[in-house]
């Protein structure tokens, strides 16, 4: 309780005054813009339609785009792929292939990982290192240019 007391004083003092707590969130002295009221906006008008309206909905794929429906399991034969194809299920494909290659990726990855780690244990098995090898290179760039001297 003196606690509390203490920082009603000091702060008196300083020549803060007390407030109610919802008038310290409307006062918190920084600059407060005045709310501006936002007049009715305009009654919307009918956008025309995204497309136009002779076209078919579809997409008529490409050789590549045959490929990755092929690949991603949508068709078995690129003969069952029909000649107009929705956006919707090239997109799908293909992303469904993007997720395949990621993963062939990681797995090429961790498998170099697990390649350099073999190498660099045998390397070790054979006392070899980068450190010793540098050495031997700068050995022999120093004997050649003594000779070259």
Not at 41 to 61: H, I, K, T
Not at 121 to 135: D, I, P, W
């Amino acid at each position: 309780m003196n606690f509390f007391r203490s920082r009603l004083s000091i702060g008196n003092f300083i020549g803060q005054r007390c407030r109610q707590v919802p008038e310290t969130w409307s006062h918190r002295g920084m600059c407060n813009k005045p709310q501006e009221v936002k007049a009715e906006p305009l009654p919307a008008v009918p956008e025309p339609a995204p497309r136009a309206g002779f076209r078919l909905p579809g997409y008529r794929p490409s050789n590549m785009d045959k490929k990755i429906l092929l690949w991603s399991g949508r068709f078995k034969t690129a003969d069952q792929i029909p000649e107009l194809v929705s956006f919707e299920m090239i997109d799908a494909a293909r992303n469904k292939v993007r997720v395949k290659a990621c993963y062939v990726m990681m797995a090429t990855t961790i498998g170099a990982c697990l390649v350099m780690v073999l190498m660099g244990k045998r390397a070790a098995g054979r006392h070899e290192s980068l450190t010793g090898q540098n050495m031997e290179r700068k050995a022999k760039w120093k004997e050649e240019l003594q000779k070259a001297q």
